[in-house]
């Protein structure tokens, strides 16, 4: 079946550029999503890549994806503390309906 | 204000007895979801619906039971036979049913409810 992995954390210091991975097996996706989840709450869209694309940039945000892989990944540039979270990555399933495949999450912490 | 909510933020139940979580959402939205997260893991999906009166079961559908009367509410009740039911629960909406492009994909997130049964 569809799996999606991301390692479990990631450190930075504040200003530095966090780069969070992300990779998927369902070649049929359409669109890959990635949310953030701050504690204790529910999860927001940040943006999403069509599976055509190569990139996608927005703010601070740059997309990639490298359909041949199935990888994808999620730069941050200019790390900020309000940024400390966790990341989920999505892939839109493949099959009938509007089902999102999700990984497990990457936390993200920033250092001051 | 449109948005997805979910009540109560923590509930406490003891062990045996049934809880329904509620979900509601003002978005006209379709389709609806069910989360479990548990701690430093993804989110499992319990249940979807995409229609009124219709929904399907997601990877772990057992010990939970929902339903889908009216198009903005879909409560899941966790049962007693649910041998795990501590987690943090995470109900999610997307406008487009059935629909095609982008948004048809995209989930909103109520703010969860965490259960603690003990």
């Known amino acids: 079946g569809e799996d999606v992995e991301q390692s479990l954390f990631l450190s930075v210091r504040e200003g530095d550029s966090s780069v969070i991975n992300c990779t998927y097996t369902d070649s049929s996706s359409t669109y890959l999503y990635w949310y953030k989840q701050e504690p204790g709450a529910g999860l927001q869209l940040l943006t999403y890549?069509?599976?055509?694309?190569d990139m996608k940039q927005d703010q601070r945000l740059t997309v990639l994806l490298n359909k041949k892989d199935k990888h994808l990944s999620l730069r941050i540039a200019d790390t900020q503390t309000g940024d400390s979270a966790i990341y989920f990555c999505?892939?839109?399933?493949?099959?009938?309906?509007?089902?999102?495949?999700f990984g497990g999450g990457t936390r993200l912490m920033v250092k001051p | 204000d449109g948005g997805i909510t979910q009540s109560p933020k923590y509930l406490f139940r003891k062990e045996g007895q049934n809880v329904t979580l509620s979900c509601e959402q003002n978005l006209n939205h379709d389709a609806m979801y069910w989360y479990r997260q548990d701690p430093g893991q993804g989110l499992r999906l319990i249940y979807y619906?995409?229609?009124?009166?219709?929904?399907q079961k997601g990877d772990i559908a057992e010990g939970y039971s929902v339903s889908r009367e009216k198009k903005e509410s879909f409560p899941l009740t966790v049962t007693s036979a649910q041998k795990n039911p501590t987690a943090f629960y995470l109900c999610a909406s997307s406008p487009y049913g059935l629909a095609g492009g982008p948004l048809r994909y995209e989930q909103y997130f109520g703010p969860g409810t965490r259960l603690t049964v003990t």
């Open positions: 999505a892939e839109s399933m493949g099959n009938a309906g509007n089902m999102l495949t």
């Open positions: 890549i069509f599976s055509n694309m």
């Open positions: 619906s995409q229609i009124v009166n219709d929904f």
